[in-house]
């Protein structure tokens, strides 16, 4: 059974940062905040500046950018917002400066702001292009908005972006098993994909599914039920009019989609490409179980985690890899 799984709403997606906070990630957070800090710091604009971040969370971007880039941090979720209001405090910096807000409505006037950051926050907002277009609008002529994404893109906004251009989402799971992929299927291929399921649980159950799958906001949530997802990757690559429908791996739609955005509100954009940084480690240090006892490499990024085996280490040590998408867009 699958009530649950769609809650109809047009809230964001908050995600509890603790969740982010897996071991392969971990270990590979000195070569990401190589990544982030020489990417953020290479359009840093010089000071006096007025720099804002959206979706600041906990503060994790605070992890990664070093030294440290005072500012106005911004989050609609008022229980990331006392955490984070705690943990500056802790490091010494001024607890004030996060603020509860709604990045659709930025409480910040036009063409005032010299900098926007951003990491891990549009792909969980449905409404992706109000939430691009307020960045723009606060932007100051020649200001920059850069953003990361560092692990796989959520499927809600891009599926939610799918159904206003009039498509069906249907999540498809990748080799490994994850929600990587979407069909984002016509109302013509729809009902040919309609007719499978249907085939495949009967008719009641399979219009009731049906009817969750097309008026899916959350679809994220398919996750808790891979079992059906599988059912519905093997019917739309087992129609060869139904293949043509997945979109690439998430994080290079969401990349092609900020480009998108980009363009449309008048943007430049200065770099759209996952950047790479490596560091070495001591094995002692090393507690991952997907990491092998052969192997001496683990790599962390949008597309997933990733272990193996490299010539050239010294023994008892581990290189980590970190990748992460980059973007970076001036007004």
Known sequence: MVDSVVHKTSMDVWTDPERLDFEGRRLCQVALSQVVSNFTYQYLPEEPRTVI??????????????????RTYLEGSPELVTIHRARLEKTGHDPEQVKAASLYELPFAGNSVDMV???LVLDAMFDMEGAFGEVVRVLRPDG?????????????????LAQEDGYIPVPVLSEEGKITHLATLSPKEYKRFERKIIKRWGKTEGRRISEILSAAEYVDNWNEYLEHVQEFTNIVLGEMKLVGSVTPHLSD?????????????GMTVLKNEVVT???????????????????????????????????????????????????????
Do not use: W
Request: glycine share 10%; charged share 20%.
């Open 277 to 331: 940084a490596t560091h070495e480690v001591d094995r002692q240090n090393v507690n991952d179980p997907q990491l092998d006892a052969e192997d001496n490499v683990i790599e962390h990024g949008p597309y997933g985690l990733g272990s193996g085996k490299v010539e050239g280490l010294l023994p008892g040590r581990v290189l980590t890899i970190a990748n992460a998408l980059c973007f970076a867009a001036k007004k």
């Open 144 to 160: 920059v908005f850069v953003y990361f994404h560092d692990v796989r893109a959520s499927t809600n906004a891009i599926a939610h």
């Open 253 to 265: 739609l969401l990349s092609s989609i900020l480009s998108m955005l980009a363009e449309v509100n």
């Open 53 to 70: 971040e959206i979706g600041s969370g906990t503060g994790a971007l605070d992890e990664h950018l070093h030294p440290y880039i005072p």
């Open 117 to 119: 950051l951003g990491m």
